[in-house]
C-alpha cells in the first residue's frame, strides 16, 4: 500500500531568502555562485572514458592515472575502496583503529549520514562509512566525503589527520583515558569499534561511582545562555576530546572539545553541525596561528565537478563562506544512480573574524606534508615548498576567485580545498571557538533553503522546534507473539522553544529487513518517500486528533496513550525490528507541524528492539509472580501483579503501600465542605530496600499507565466510594421501620455530590438528650432566595450522635454533621421536614406536602484529621438520605443504632507484599520427541531468511542446554553445534565446521542432552 501526502517544504527565512527564490528557476545543476554573483551558465561535461583522465589524480598519496604507477584511474580507484564495504553491516569503520582510547560517532538521524572520529577527522570514506551519505533511499555506494578535518597550523607544523589515510597515525588523538572518560567502550558498531559519547544512547557514556554521566555540556537555553541540565540539542549530540599529544613534530598544546548534531526532524535532516572549542593547555604563546579546514567532497565517481561559494553574511564580511559541490555533467556516473549537491558552511570562526584564506586545488596536487599545506593555509606565494599556480587563483592571494574555475578546470575536476582563519595569536589558556555545518540537497534551491534553515539553528544554539525525546523500548519473545513495552518518560518533556508541555502520542513502527523499511510507505505528491504507516499508533486524549493541518501527518483518533503492544502477527523464526517514537502536538495558529522523533538505525538505539518469536526450551519454567496478600485490614480495592517481561523477574520481595492524600475544598458555588481525593502508591523492593516507585498514580483507564517495573506491572484499581451496606445494628425499643438510604429514587441535583469520601464506617445513634442550641427544625415556610447571597447556615436540634468506628471498632465522635437539602432546578432553595419529625414521639415518614418524597434531605457526617500545622490532611466522610417511608413507618427509640458500613479502598494502613520468581530450568524435563527441523526439506530458501544471502535451517523444540550433531548419511560429521539458551530453538547457516557450504542431500542429526538423553533425526537439503 503506498499512500501519497503533499508536502510542503520548509519556509526559508532570514538574509538567504532573496537568494534562495532566485536559485529556483536555475533547476538542477550547475550553477556557480561566486562572491555573492550568480553565473548561471551550462557547463558541458564531456563524456567521460578512464583512458581520458587528464591529467592524473592522487589518491592515497600515490598518482593514479599514471602508467608507471600501476594504480588505477580514479572512477576504478574509489569504486573500489566502495568494494571493501560490500557485505559490512554500516556503518562500519575500514581501517583499523589500533588506539584503544579511539572512538567514533554515527550521525545517522536524518538524511544525511556521516561518521565522525574523536582524533579529527570528520569524514572519510576510507575509513569509515556511511560518509556523508545522502539521502537515505540512495545506494550505499554513494558517499560524498573522501575527507574533512580540522587544522590547526604554525609555519611548517600543521597539526591534522587527513594525510593519514594510507595508514599513517595522524597529528590528532584522543586524550590519553579517553577510554571510560568520555566514552564507555561498551557500547560499538558491528565490528566492535567503541562509540563516542552520544547523548541517545546512555551505554555509550562512561561510568562514575557505578551511573553513567554524559561527559559534555548539555544544551543552552537560548534566552538566558545557560546549560539545561540533562537536556540536548539535538536529535543526537555527540561529544569527544582530543588534542596534539601525537603530533609528528611535537605536540604544541592544543585541546579539542568537538560536538557534533544530527536531526531526525523534516526541516533539519538535509545537514549536520560540527561545533570546536580549542584550548592551548600548555606552551608558550603561539602567534601568526591559522585555524581551519581541510574538505575532499565528491558527487559520485567521475571526478568532473565544480565548486561555488556564497556568503551569508553570517560572518560579517562579503566573502563567500558556504562553499558547494555539483557534478558538472548532472547525471550520476555508475555505480551512482543519483546526484545531488553537498556544501561546507562555516559559521563561527576564531576572533570573529570569520574565513580569511580560501584555496581550492586539483586532487592531485601535492599537498601531503606540513610544508607543503603551511604555504597554502596561509596565503603564503612565496614559500618554495609548492607552485603557487596551482593554489592560488585571481587577484586576491588570500581569497580564490571561483568564477575562474570553469576557465582553469574545463569540463570539472576532483577539487579539494583549504579554508581558515588567521593569523591569530594564542596563549596557554585562551580558548577559541569553530563550527561549520555540511549541507545537502536535491538541486541548489533545495540546498539554500537547507542553508537557511542551518544558519537560523547556529543562531539558535542549534537547535529548533523539535518533537519529544523517543521512549526506552523492550520486548519479549514470546511463541508466535511479540510483547513490546516503553516508558512514558516522554510525556513529562517540554519543548525548548515554547516552553510547552506538548507531548501528544506514541506510533510504532514494525521492519521486517533489519530497519531498511518500516512498513507500509507513505509518499509525497511527487513519489518521494517520507514515511510509513505504524502498526500501531495511541494518542493522547485531549481534543487534539485526525489531520495536522499544518502537513499531511495523522495525529491519531484519541485511543488514548498505551505503554505495552502484543503483536501476534508474526512468524516464530523470523526476525522483527520494532522502533518506538513520540510526536507532539504542533501549532496551527504559528504554522507549527507537528514533529516525530526518529526510528532507529540499530538495535542498540534506546527506542529500537530486535527480536525473535519462538518457543521456549522444553525443559524451562517461565518466571511469575506470587497472588498479593493483604495486610493492614479489609480493602475492596482490586489490586494485582502483571507479569510482562518474565526474563527481567529477579525473584525479589515487594511491598506495595498507599498514601491518601484526600483534603477538604470549598465549593465554590455553596460552600459546603467537600472532597478531593488522591491515592498514590509506593513500591519498595524488599529485597534490596530500593524503591522503584514514589507517589505513582493508580491504574487508569487504559490499564496501563503503572510503568513495567523489575519485569511486571501493578494493576490497582481503587473501588469507588460507596456504601457498602445500610441497617439497623441495635434496637431498644420497637423496630424502627424508617431507613436512611443512599441510591437515587427521584431525578434532582444532590447539594454535596459526594456522599462517601475514606474507608471509615460510621454510626448514627439516637439521642435526644444530645440535641442543644439553635431552634428546633419542623419547617421553614416558604422560598430561601440564594441568587445573592449563595449560603447560610443555622443551628438545629438534631436528637442524633454521630460517630466514626475505626479498624477496631471503636467509635469516635463525629467533628460536623450537617443536614443539607436538595437544591432545586431555580435559584432558590426548599426546607423540608428532615426525615421523621427529629422531636420524641414524631412522625415515622413526613413528607413535604409540596413535593413528597421528591427532594429528600440529607444527613451528612464527617470527620478531620488536621496535622500539626493545622492543616487537614484527611477526610471521612458519609452522606445519608431521609425521607424513607412508608406512610405508617415507625420512627426509632432513643439508643437505637443506625450503621453505614462503607466500601474499605486504598489507604496509608493497607499494603500488599508478594514475590516473583525468575524463571529456571528443570534438569531432565522437556520432550525431545517434540523436536523438528523445519522446513524440511529446505529448498532453496526459507522465509525467515533476512536476504538472499542468507540460508539458515531451524532446529524447534529444544531443551535449553544441548549439543547438536550433524551427519552425512555415511556417518561424516559436518557441524557441531553448542545450543546454550533459554529459547527452544536453534538456526544452523547450513555451513561446515570449516565455514564451507554443505551440499544437497540428505542429512542426519543427533541431539544430545548433559544427561545423556539422545534424539535422532534427518533432513534434506535442497539447492
Not at 584511474?73 to 583503529?97: D, F, H, I, K, N
Amino acid at each position: 500500500m503506498t499512500i501519497a501526502w503533499a508536502r510542503g517544504r520548509t519556509p526559508v527565512r532570514g538574509t538567504i531568502l532573496h537568494l534562495a527564490a532566485v536559485l529556483v528557476v536555475g533547476a538542477a545543476l550547475p550553477l556557480v555562485l561566486a562572491a555573492g554573483i550568480l553565473d548561471a551558465q551550462a557547463q558541458e561535461a564531456p563524456a567521460l572514458r578512464i583512458d581520458d583522465q587528464v591529467p592524473a589524480i592522487r589518491f592515497d598519496g600515490v598518482i593514479a592515472g599514471d602508467p608507471e604507477s600501476g594504480v588505477e584511474a580514479p572512477l576504478q580507484s574509489e569504486a573500489r575502496v566502495w568494494e571493501q564495504y560490500v557485505g559490512r553491516t554500516l556503518p562500519a569503520v575500514l581501517m583499523p583503529l589500533g588506539d584503544a582510547d579511539r572512538a567514533v560517532g554515527v550521525m545517522d538521524k536524518g538524511q544525511l549520514t556521516n561518521v565522525t572520529s574523536n582524533f579529527g577527522l570528520l569524514s572519510n570514506f576510507h575509513y569509515f562509512a556511511p560518509a556523508m551519505h545522502w539521502p537515505l533511499s540512495a545506494s550505499d555506494v554513494e558517499q560524498y566525503c573522501f575527507g574533512l578535518g580540522l587544522l590547526v597550523a604554525t609555519e611548517d607544523n600543521v597539526i591534522e589527520s587527513f594525510t593519514s589515510q594510507a595508514g599513517a597515525e595522524g597529528d590528532w588523538s584522543p586524550v590519553d583515558g579517553a577510554l571510560g572518560m568520555y566514552h564507555s567502550g561498551i557500547d560499538t558498531v558491528a565490528d566492535g569499534t567503541p562509540l563516542m559519547a552520544t547523548s541517545d544512547r546512555p551505554l555509550s557514556w562512561p561510568l562514575a561511582n557505578g551511573e553513567r554521566y554524559w561527559p559534555g555540556p548539555f544544551r543552552i537555553d537560548p534566552s538566558t545562555g545557560l546549560e539545561v541540565e540533562g537536556e540536548f540539542s539535538a536529535d543526537r549530540d555527540l561529544f569527544c576530546v582530543y588534542n596534539d599529544a601525537d603530533n609528528a613534530l611535537g605536540p604544541l598544546g592544543f585541546e579539542v572539545r568537538q560536538l557534533a548534531y544530527s536531526y531526525g526532524r523534516s526541516y533539519a535532516e538535509d545537514f549536520l553541525f560540527f561545533d570546536f572549542t580549542i584550548i592551548r593547555t600548555e606552551g608558550t604563546a603561539l602567534e601568526d596561528l591559522y585555524i581551519g579546514y581541510f574538505a575532499d567532497f565528491r558527487v559520485d565517481f567521475d571526478f568532473l565537478d565544480y565548486l561555488g561559494g556564497f556568503d551569508t553574511t553570517i560572518d560579517g564580511d562579503t566573502l563567500p563562506d558556504f562553499f558547494y559541490y555539483w557534478d558538472v555533467g548532472g547525471t550520476p556516473d555508475p555505480p551512482w544512480t543519483s546526484v545531488g549537491v553537498i556544501g561546507l558552511g562555516v559559521l563561527a570562526t576564531p576572533e570573529d573574524r570569520g574565513i580569511t584564506d580560501f584555496h581550492y586545488f586539483d586532487h592531485s596536487s601535492p599537498h601531503t606534508t606540513d610544508e607543503a599545506i603551511w604555504p597554502i593555509f596561509s596565503s603564503d606565494t612565496t614559500d618554495p615548498d609548492i607552485d603557487p599556480s596551482q593554489y592560488f587563483h585571481g587577484g586576491n592571494v588570500r581569497f580564490d576567485d571561483l568564477s575562474l574555475l570553469p576557465d582553469i578546470f574545463p569540463g570539472g575536476r576532483a577539487i579539494d580545498f583549504f579554508l581558515s582563519t588567521g593569523p591569530c595569536t594564542l596563549a596557554v589558556g585562551d580558548t577559541v571557538r569553530s563550527a561549520i555545518v555540511v549541507v545537502a540537497g536535491q538541486d541548489t534551491a533545495d540546498l539554500f533553503a537547507n542553508l537557511a534553515m542551518a544558519q537560523q539553528m547556529f543562531e539558535n544554539a542549534y537547535q529548533g522546534p523539535g518533537p519529544p525525546p523517543s521512549p526506552d523500548l523492550h520486548a519479549v519473545a514470546g511463541d508466535g507473539s511479540v510483547t513490546l513495552y516503553w516508558d512514558s518518560s516522554p510525556e513529562m518533556s517540554r519543548d525548548q522553544q515554547s516552553g510547552e508541555y506538548d507531548f501528544e502520542g506514541y506510533k510504532l513502527y514494525r521492519s521486517g529487513d533489519r530497519g531498511t523499511s518500516w512498513g507500509d510507505p507513505v509518499t509525497d505528491a511527487e513519489g518521494n518517500l517520507i514515511g510509513y504507516v505504524p502498526i500501531a499508533q495511541f494518542d493522547l486524549v485531549d481534543g487534539i486528533f485526525g489531520v495536522d493541518p499544518v502537513v499531511n501527518q495523522w495525529l491519531g483518533d484519541e485511543t488514548g496513550l498505551r505503554h505495552t503492544f502484543i503483536d501476534s502477527d508474526v512468524i516464530n523464526g523470523v526476525e522483527y525490528w520494532y522502533s518506538v517514537t513520540s510526536y507532539d502536538q504542533g501549532d496551527p495558529e504559528t504554522s507549527l507541524q507537528s514533529f516525530e522523533s526518529s526510528r532507529g538505525r540499530s538495535e542498540q538505539e534506546l527506542n529500537t528492539v530486535a527480536v525473535v518469536p519462538g518457543a521456549r526450551a522444553s525443559n524451562y519454567i517461565e518466571g511469575a509472580a506470587s497472588d498479593p496478600e493483604l495486610f493492614g485490614g479489609e480493602c475492596d480495592s482490586w489490586f494485582d501483579v502483571e507479569v510482562i517481561d518474565p526474563e527481567a523477574l529477579t525473584g525479589h520481595k515487594y511491598e506495595v503501600t498507599f498514601i491518601d492524600t484526600g483534603t477538604v475544598v470549598l465549593l465554590d458555588t455553596l460552600g459546603l465542605p467537600d472532597t478531593l481525593r488522591a491515592t498514590t502508591l509506593t513500591l519498595v523492593d524488599m529485597t534490596s530496600d530500593d524503591t522503584l516507585l514514589a507517589n505513582q498514580a493508580l491504574t487508569d483507564s487504559t490499564g496501563d499507565n503503572i510503568p513495567v517495573t523489575h519485569g511486571f506491572r501493578l494493576v490497582a484499581v481503587d473501588a469507588a466510594a460507596a456504601v457498602a451496606n445500610l441497617e439497623w445494628t441495635h434496637v431498644e425499643g420497637t423496630q424502627s421501620t424508617f431507613d436512611w438510604f443512599v441510591e437515587d429514587r427521584e431525578p434532582g441535583q444532590m447539594v454535596a455530590p459526594a456522599y462517601v469520601d475514606g474507608a471509615r464506617d460510621f454510626r448514627i445513634t439516637i439521642d435526644t438528650d444530645s440535641v442543644g442550641g439553635g431552634g428546633t427544625l419542623a419547617r421553614i415556610d416558604g422560598v430561601f432566595y440564594y441568587t445573592s447571597i449563595p449560603w447560610d447556615t443555622m443551628h438545629i436540634w438534631l436528637p442524633v450522635a454521630g460517630e466514626m468506628l475505626l479498624e477496631d471498632g471503636t467509635p469516635v465522635p463525629v467533628d460536623e454533621m450537617w443536614l443539607l437539602d436538595y437544591r432545586y432546578g431555580w435559584d432558590h432553595v426548599w426546607f423540608g421536614p428532615a426525615g421523621w419529625d427529629l422531636t420524641p414521639g414524631g412522625a415515622g415518614y413526613n413528607p413535604d406536602p409540596t413535593f413528597g418524597d421528591w427532594f429528600p434531605d440529607e444527613l451528612g457526617l464527617y470527620s478531620y484529621t488536621v496535622n500539626g500545622d493545622g492543616d487537614t490532611v484527611d477526610v471521612q466522610a458519609v452522606h445519608v438520605r431521609t425521607q424513607n417511608g412508608p406512610v405508617t413507618a415507625i420512627p426509632p427509640s432513643d439508643g437505637d443504632q443506625f450503621t453505614a458500613q462503607v466500601r474499605k479502598l486504598f489507604r496509608s494502613d493497607v499494603s500488599y507484599q508478594f514475590r516473583t520468581t525468575a524463571g529456571r530450568s528443570v534438569a531432565g524435563a522437556g520432550e525431545l520427541d517434540r523436536i523438528r527441523v523445519v522446513p524440511n526439506p529446505y529448498v532453496v530458501a526459507a522465509r525467515y531468511e533476512a536476504s538472499n544471502l542468507e540460508h539458515r535451517i531451524k532446529f524447534n523444540h529444544l531443551p535449553d542446554e544441548c549439543d547438536i550433531h550433524i551427519y552425512t548419511v555415511s556417518g561424516d560429521e559436518v557441524k557441531r553445534i553448542h545450543h546454550r539458551s533459554r529459547d527452544g530453538y536453534m538456526f544452523w547457516d547450513l555451513r561446515s565446521e570449516h565455514g564451507l557450504d554443505i551440499a544437497y542431500g540428505l542429512y542426519v542429526y543427533v541431539i544430545e542432552t548433559p544427561d545423556g538423553r539422545t534424539k535422532v533425526g534427518k533432513f534434506a537439503i535442497i539447492r
